[in-house]
């Protein structure tokens, strides 16, 4: 919004007697009227009449920060409509996703936000459901257990089920199984979960990206030496050679595996870093068409055998693949020998496209029949690479919906008595997406802190 358009809006005001507030700062409202026009839901030819509209309605005349929030909240509540409900198929709208626990209140606030998302010719039904033993207004849903204090549609203004999701015919079904599944947790069994090697795990959060550029290469450097010795003695390699220089014999190079591109790694864009004892950090390209089978990731620590003629390309002919730590033992002996239960789930919990959590429902419900002893959930729980995170199309900030993503978890699953340990991802856009990643900043509810 140029001066001269921002002069014309409020002398427009001005005589219908909307003036500015004394001691009101009258730049921060000049930009608040520039970023109405630049979101797009109001034209510049129409600020000021939408403005008169607003202050006749609240029977104000003074031009505040305060009277343009509460015009922006209303002017995008008019703009933003609900999308129809399903009649048929097993969801009964988007809001089924809050339907997995015992009925909870629903204040008049969190009713205003959940009408505002009708269009103006049909406002939200209301309905106050009360019984005798619980006089409570309620929210339910026809066939579904009561909702919880969460939905997709007050965070996302297009929320559909996913059509792929609903008709799967694999629902439910085993892929595969080992051994036999416990029997189920009696009645009154106790069971404790701490934090493995606590003096040295992340349990709150921490400053980081202060390190020094020099400290994070010799880190990097000395986890390249000392995986490359655990290697060296397992596979019982007399020496390594560097990558940079030309030889008409197989060589035998140590190295962290990288990627020549901005995209993933393919087998076009192997490049091996080398170790700084032998290859004083070089870095060469890998030809790894002569390798019957391989798995590498970026920053994989490995050794490989090859050809190395020209000193610009290893073509690897063999791949020795890393030793695996030993398992956990213990140092004292167990004293419960009952036979527990723990389910493990990975993100992210939506579809790729919908954010109705409708994989998380169905989490939720399994957690609730078998009850297990423990229930390790790993992130994503908001996925940056979901298309309308990418697209910035959320109203409420990230941090807020994984709050109530994180809530409808822990209030769906509490009736089944599990510890529910919650591990960060690299991919949850509300969190730090750095390595080591500190836990994440919640406060559980009183009842649910054991």
């Known amino acids: 919004m140029g001066p001269g358009i921002m002069d014309a809006v409020?002398?427009?005001?001005?005589?219908?007697?909307?003036?500015?507030?004394?001691?009101?700062?009258?730049?921060?409202?000049?930009?608040?009227?520039?970023?109405?026009?630049?979101?797009?839901?109001?034209?510049?030819p129409e600020l000021g009449n939408e403005l008169i509209a607003f202050a006749m309605r609240k029977e104000t005349l003074l031009?505040?920060?305060?009277?343009?929030?509460?015009?922006?909240?209303?002017?995008?509540?008019?703009?933003?409509?609900?999308?129809?409900?399903?009649?048929?198929?097993?969801?009964?709208?988007?809001?089924?996703?809050s339907s997995v626990q015992e009925p909870l209140d629903v204040d008049e606030e969190e009713e205003d936000l959940l009408g505002a998302y009708a269009s103006?010719?049909?406002?939200?039904?209301?309905?106050?459901?009360?019984?005798?033993?619980?006089?409570?207004?309620?929210?339910t849903l026809s066939g579904r257990s009561p909702r919880l204090n969460f939905s997709p549609n007050s965070f996302?203004?297009?929320?559909?089920?996913?059509?792929?999701?609903?008709?799967?015919?694999?629902?439910?079904?085993?892929?595969?199984?080992?051994?036999?599944?416990?029997?189920?947790?009696s009645a009154g069994s106790s069971l404790s979960v701490r934090v493995y090697n606590a003096p040295h795990s992340l349990t709150k959060p921490y400053k980081f990206m202060f390190q020094d550029l020099m400290e994070n290469r010799d880190a990097l450097s000395y986890k390249i030496e000392e995986l490359g010795e655990a290697l060296k003695a397992h596979y019982k390699i007399e020496e390594f050679s560097s990558v940079n220089v030309p030889l008409q014999e197989p060589v035998t190079v140590l190295g962290q595996i990288g990627c020549d591109s901005n995209g993933k790694l393919n087998p076009q864009s192997v490049i091996l870093e080398g170790d700084r004892e032998h290859s004083s950090?070089?870095?060469?390209?890998?030809?790894?068409?002569?390798?019957?089978?391989?798995?590498?990731?970026?920053?994989?620590?490995?050794?490989?055998?090859?050809?190395?003629?020209?000193?610009?390309?290893?073509?690897?002919?063999?791949?020795?693949?890393?030793?695996?730590?030993?398992?956990?033992?213990?140092?004292?002996?167990?004293?419960?020998s009952e036979p527990r239960m723990v389910l493990v789930a990975c993100g992210p919990y939506?579809?790729?496209?919908?954010?109705?959590?409708?994989?998380?429902?169905?989490?939720?419900?399994?957690?609730?029949?078998?009850?297990?002893?423990?229930?390790?959930?790993?992130?994503?729980?908001?996925?940056?690479?979901?298309?309308?995170?990418?697209?910035?199309?959320?109203?409420?900030?990230?941090?807020?919906?994984?709050?109530?993503?994180?809530?409808?978890?822990?209030?769906?699953?509490?009736?089944?008595?599990?510890?529910?340990?919650?591990v960060p991802s690299l991919r949850d856009v509300h969190h730090l997406c750095v390595y080591p990643q500190p836990p994440f900043a919640y406060e559980l509810p009183k009842e649910d802190q054991q």
């Not at 219908?16 to 109001?42: P, R």
Request: aromatic share 6%.
């Open 10 to 44: 409020v002398a427009d005001l001005k005589v219908f007697g909307l003036d500015f507030a004394e001691g009101e700062d009258k730049d921060a409202i000049a930009e608040k009227l520039e970023e109405f026009c630049m979101a797009g839901w109001v034209t510049e």
């Open 63 to 97: 031009l505040t920060l305060e009277n343009l929030h509460a015009f922006e909240h209303e002017g995008l509540n008019k703009r933003v409509t609900r999308p129809p409900k399903r009649k048929e198929g097993r969801w009964s709208g988007v809001g089924d996703v």
């Open 120 to 139: 103006p010719s049909k406002p939200a039904q209301k309905r106050a459901i009360t019984t005798p033993e619980n006089p409570h207004s309620k929210r």
């Open 156 to 185: 996302s203004p297009s929320v559909t089920p996913s059509q792929k999701y609903s008709s799967r015919k694999n629902r439910g079904e085993v892929v595969a199984s080992f051994g036999s599944a416990p029997s189920a947790r």
């Open 281 to 336: 950090g070089a870095l060469i390209p890998v030809d790894v068409s002569e390798l019957s089978n391989y798995s590498l990731f970026p920053g994989q620590v490995v050794i490989m055998e090859g050809m190395n003629s020209t000193g610009k390309r290893l073509v690897a002919t063999k791949l020795y693949e890393g030793v695996p730590l030993p398992f956990h033992k213990p140092t004292e002996a167990a004293t419960d």
């Open 350 to 422: 939506t579809t790729s496209d919908s954010v109705a959590y409708e994989p998380m429902v169905d989490l939720i419900e399994v957690i609730k029949k078998d009850k297990p002893d423990v229930c390790i959930l790993l992130g994503p729980f908001l996925d940056a690479k979901h298309k309308q995170v990418e697209e910035g199309q959320f109203i409420l900030s990230y941090d807020e919906v994984f709050r109530r993503c994180l809530k409808t978890i822990i209030e769906g699953t509490r009736s089944a008595g599990s510890h529910l340990v919650v």
